[in-house]
């Protein structure tokens, strides 16, 4: 005789926080959400909080990083179904955008957001935040190489400068909103971009 399945484990007090704060941060700001609060949300204890993360700021960059994940799953999956296409990856990431920064609730990028709301070069939250920012761009730097465009690095900024528009004003407009036209804005700059690489190259 079979035994019944094991219920399924709960998970532990350091990753209900974590998903707390991810939760209270994103809608709510960092600053705006204090300790108490999360603890309370997560339910658990402050003493569970500072043995897993030492202080509130140590859990502000772990929530930084867990948000920057799923960044990376999104483009893990793009990967998955444009293997050998760098544009379609590109222009897959910014359709999928369009389509978040759309949504009632929107709150734009966390770490955006993070850099907002710590204004002091020097603190430890902006400098996770800027750091996870750069990873992108230097992602999109070698999607832009990969293509052979003309001026690969200054297209990378171009689409960077798209993003970060549109996670601002997804939070400003209501839908449709100018975020929902970011995935067309993106295949104008590339048209824009690579016919130049094209014309540079064209012989006559």
Same mark, same amino acid.
């Given at each position: 005789m @079979?035994? @019944?399945?094991?219920?399924?484990?709960?998970? %532990?007090?350091?990753?209900r926080?974590?998903?707390? !704060?991810?939760?209270?941060?994103y809608n709510? $700001?960092?600053?705006?959400? $204090?300790?108490?609060?999360?603890?309370?949300?997560? &339910?658990?204890?402050?003493?569970?909080?500072?043995?897993a993360?030492?202080?509130?700021?140590?859990?502000?960059?772990?929530?930084?990083?867990?948000?920057?994940?799923?960044?990376?799953?999104?483009?893990?999956?793009?990967?998955?179904?444009?293997?050998?296409?760098?544009? /379609?990856?590109?222009?897959?990431?910014?359709? $999928?955008?369009?389509?978040?920064?759309s949504?009632?609730?929107?709150r &734009?990028c966390?770490?955006?957001?993070?850099i907002?709301?710590y204004?002091?070069?020097?603190?430890?939250?902006?400098?996770? !935040?800027a750091?996870?920012?750069?990873?992108?761009?230097d992602?999109?730097?070698?999607?832009?190489? !990969? =293509?052979? /465009? $003309?001026?690969?690095?200054?297209? /990378?900024?171009g689409?960077?400068?798209? =993003?970060e528009?549109?996670?601002?004003?997804?939070?400003?407009?209501? @839908?449709?909103?100018?975020?929902?036209?970011?995935g067309?804005?993106?295949? %104008?700059?590339?048209? !824009? %971009? %690579?016919s &130049?690489?094209?014309?540079?190259?064209d012989?006559?």
């Amino acid at each position: 005789m @079979s035994s @019944s399945p094991s219920p399924p484990s709960r998970p %532990c007090a350091a990753d209900r926080i974590r998903s707390s !704060a991810r939760d209270l941060f994103y809608n709510q $700001g960092i600053r705006a959400v $204090g300790v108490e609060e999360i603890v309370q949300n997560a &339910g658990v204890t402050k003493p569970s909080l500072y043995r897993a993360f030492e202080s509130k700021d140590g859990l502000t960059t772990a929530y930084l990083a867990d948000y920057q994940q799923s960044f990376w799953d999104r483009i893990e999956e793009v990967r998955r179904v444009h293997p050998d296409d760098p544009r /379609a990856r590109i222009l897959a990431y910014f359709d $999928g955008l369009a389509e978040r920064a759309s949504r009632p609730a929107y709150r &734009g990028c966390a770490l955006t957001n993070a850099i907002v709301e710590y204004p002091d070069a020097d603190h430890p939250v902006r400098q996770e !935040a800027a750091r996870l920012k750069q990873d992108v761009r230097d992602w999109l730097r070698q999607q832009a190489h !990969a =293509m052979e /465009a $003309g001026a690969p690095d200054l297209l /990378a900024d171009g689409l960077i400068l798209l =993003m970060e528009g549109a996670y601002a004003s997804g939070q400003v407009f209501a @839908s449709p909103g100018p975020a929902a036209q970011v995935g067309i804005l993106a295949r %104008c700059l590339l048209d !824009a %971009c %690579c016919s &130049g690489a094209r014309r540079n190259v064209d012989p006559g």
